[in-house]
DNA sequence: AAAGAAAGCAACCGCGTGTTA
DNA sequence: ATAACACGCGGTTGCTTTCTT
C-alpha cells in the first residue's frame, strides 16, 4: 500500500523541534485544527513532513497532555491493561487521560519491564519467570525432537509456534482470566501494601457496558488541584478533558481520552465551560501530577532553557506552562495571545 | 572531577488499514 | 476492482541527562 507521500520529500528538517516551529504549529492548529496532516506544514510554515508534525502535537504539544512522572495507579494501571491487551499502545493510552502511546510505550520499556522482572514476572506473558522458563524449555525440547523428525518442515513449525496466540489477550476477550489475577495480586501486592487485590473490581469497572458512558473520564479519576496554598482539592479529571467542549470545533488529532478522534472545542467568549476559563489559565492551573507531585520532571532541556520542577515541587503557573510547551522561552505575545479565546 | 554506563525520552521508520477517486 | 493517498500504530534509534565508579 502506499506510504506517506511526504517520506520522500526532501529538505525537510528532522530531528528536536525548535521553539519557533512549535509556536508556528500550534499557532496553526489552535486557529485552523489541523485537518489533513499532509497540508499542515505548508500551511503553518513549517519544513517538516506531516507525519512529523502529527507526532509533535500529539505527543508533546497537545493542550490536554498531563505530563509528570506516572503515579503508581497509572503505573498499576498499565500493567493490568498489557496483561489484557499486550503491546497495544494506543489502546493502553486511551484509557489513560492525558498520556500518550508513546509516553507508556516508553514507560514499560524503560521502568515497568524491569520492575515486573525483578519481582520474577515474565513482562511478555504477566506469568512468573519460572514457569516461562520452563514452558521454554519444554518448547526447545519439543522444536528440537521435531528437528528430528521432520526437518522439512522446520521453519513453519516454527512459525507456528511464534505465532500461537497469546493466551492473555485470549482470556481478555471472554474471562477475565485467572492468571492475570494471580499475576497482578502479586504484583500489586508486592508494589503497594495497601493495595487491594480485588482484581475483579477493576476490571469489571473496566470492560462493564458503561465503561465509555463518559469517554472523557471513564475511570471517574480525580486529579486533585492545589489552592494557593498548596493544598490538594478534588477536582475531576473531566475538567481538563473537556475543557475545550463548547462552540469551536477543532480536531485535535489525537486519540484523546477515547479510541475514535474526537472533536475538541475551544471555548469563545461566554462559553460555559469551565465558567470562562482560558487555556492560558488552564495550563497555569496549578494540577499536582504524578505521584501527587512532580517528582522528577524530565530533565531535558531541549532548547536550553532553565530546568524545572525539581524533586517534590508542586505544578505552578509558570512550571506548568513551561512543562507543556517545555523549553519555549517566553512566548511572544502574538502567541500568547493566541491562547486567550475570550 | 572525569569518564563510562545506564536510563529516559523525543522522534523516526516502516507497515497495516481505511478511504477515496 | 484497484491504485494512490492519508492516517495511526508499534518498534526502534539515537541523543541527552543522570548515575556510578
Not at 477515547?258 to 487555556?279: A, F, L, R, Y
Amino acid at each position: 500500500m502506499g506510504r506517506h507521500s511526504c517520506c520522500y520529500k526532501q529538505k525537510l528538517r528532522k530531528g528536536l523541534w525548535s521553539p519557533e516551529e512549535d509556536e508556528k504549529l500550534i499557532n496553526h492548529i489552535t486557529r485552523y485544527g489541523h485537518g489533513c496532516w499532509s497540508s499542515v506544514p505548508k500551511l503553518a510554515g513549517l519544513q517538516r513532513c506531516g507525519k512529523s508534525c502529527r507526532l509533535r502535537w500529539i505527543n508533546y504539544l497537545r493542550p490536554d497532555l498531563k505530563r509528570g512522572t506516572f503515579s503508581q495507579e497509572e503505573e498499576n494501571l498499565i500493567i493490568e491493561l498489557h496483561a489484557q491487551l499486550g503491546n497495544r499502545w494506543s489502546q493502553i493510552a486511551a484509557q489513560l487521560p492525558g498520556r500518550t502511546d508513546n509516553e507508556i510505550k516508553n514507560l514499560w520499556n524503560s521502568s515497568i519491564k524491569k520492575k515486573l522482572r525483578q519481582k520474577g514476572i515474565d513482562p511478555n506473558t504477566h506469568k512468573p519467570l519460572s514457569e516461562v522458563e520452563n514452558e521454554d524449555q519444554k518448547a526447545s525440547t519439543n522444536t528440537k525432537n521435531i528437528e528430528k523428525t521432520s526437518s522439512s518442515e522446520n521453519s513453519n513449525n516454527l512459525g507456528l509456534a511464534a505465532e500461537k496466540p497469546n493466551p492473555i489477550l485470549e482470556n481478555s476477550c471472554s474471562n477475565f482470566g485467572t492468571p492475570n489475577e494471580l499475576f497482578l495480586n502479586r504484583f500489586l501486592c508486592f508494589q503497594q501494601p495497601n493495595y487491594a487485590p480485588n482484581i475483579n473490581s477493576n476490571t469489571n469497572l473496566l470492560f462493564n457496558s458503561n465503561f465509555n458512558s463518559n469517554p472523557t473520564n471513564p475511570f471517574g479519576l480525580k486529579f486533585q488541584n492545589l489552592d494557593a496554598n498548596g493544598m490538594s482539592t478534588s477536582d475531576e479529571l473531566q475538567r481538563s478533558c473537556n475543557l475545550f467542549e463548547n462552540n469551536n470545533v477543532i480536531p485535535w488529532g489525537a486519540t484523546d481520552c477515547v479510541k475514535t478522534e474526537k472533536e475538541v472545542h475551544i471555548p469563545t467568549s461566554g462559553g460555559e465551560i469551565q465558567e470562562d476559563m482560558k487555556w492560558t489559565e488552564y495550563m497555569q492551573t496549578p494540577y499536582l501530577m504524578g505521584n501527587s507531585t512532580i517528582q522528577s520532571q524530565s530533565s531535558q532541556d531541549v532548547y536550553g532553557g532553565t530546568k524545572f520542577a525539581s524533586e517534590g515541587s508542586v505544578m505552578n503557573s509558570s512550571n506548568w506552562t513551561t512543562s507543556i510547551f517545555r523549553g519555549l522561552q517566553p512566548p511572544s505575545d502574538n502567541f500568547l495571545s493566541l491562547l486567550h479565546f475570550n
